[in-house]
């Protein structure tokens, strides 16, 4: 009974030793695979045959998802196809899986690399400060860290100027509406002047029409001042007339 137990005890450990070493080939085997799709795809990257390494390198991530070295060359890959939002979330994922300082900075300084491919220059310069951070002796990163804050300024510069245009513009038609409204408006008010004098013209001339024949015009104050002195200058000239006439011999016209 006991000798029956212990060939049953060495027959699970035979098992347990098999499946070990059946995982440990299997093991073997992917990452052989892994390691092949990689330096196939490093040989098409190398061509710049971008989307058949694309295709090796995600096989690779496929079959070994913390593969660092395969999220990174596919990383670069989508980068070289100008997928710029693909490789920058590729990198990301790379940069958590690594630890090396060095390869922090290089993930970090294609991070930033994509950003700059957008224009996106603070994203861009956020990149590169971390790649110094991990490499501060890193020439490129530095480089690019200086070409893109001098972009963002001037990206700045741009959109103060063209709001400040758009303020400007916004001005200028708001003082051209207003003048337009002034112009309306004084145009209306001549227009109701005209009318208004052309009212009083008929009104004027319907007075006229209503006036009896023979009825002087009203005269102006002027006028009647001097129809008054010309009548009392008439008046007095009569009147040294007569003084002169009284003074006269009478001229007899019949004999007796």
Known sequence: MDRQRKYKDVAQVIRMALVAVLVHLSAITASAQVSRLINTGNSLYGQKK???AEQK???????NPNNAPALFNL???????KKYDSSRKVMEATAKLTKDKANKASVNYNI???YMSQ?????AIDAYKKTLRANPQDADAKYNLSYAEQMLKKQQQEQKDNKDKKDKDKKDDKDKQQQ????KKDDKDKQNKDEQQKDGDKKEDKEKEQRPQGQPSKLSQQQ????LNALQQEEKKLQDKMKKEK?????MEKDW
């Open 75 to 81: 990383g670069n890959t989508l980068y070289q196809e």
């Open 57 to 63: 390198y995600t096989k690779a991530v496929e079959k």
């Open 119 to 123: 224009e996106k220059w603070q994203e």
């Open 247 to 251: 003074g006269a011999p009478v001229r």
């Open 112 to 114: 930033g690399n994509t």
């Open 224 to 227: 009647a001042e001097q129809l």
């Open 50 to 52: 971008y989307k058949e």
């Open 180 to 183: 337009k409204d002034q112009d």
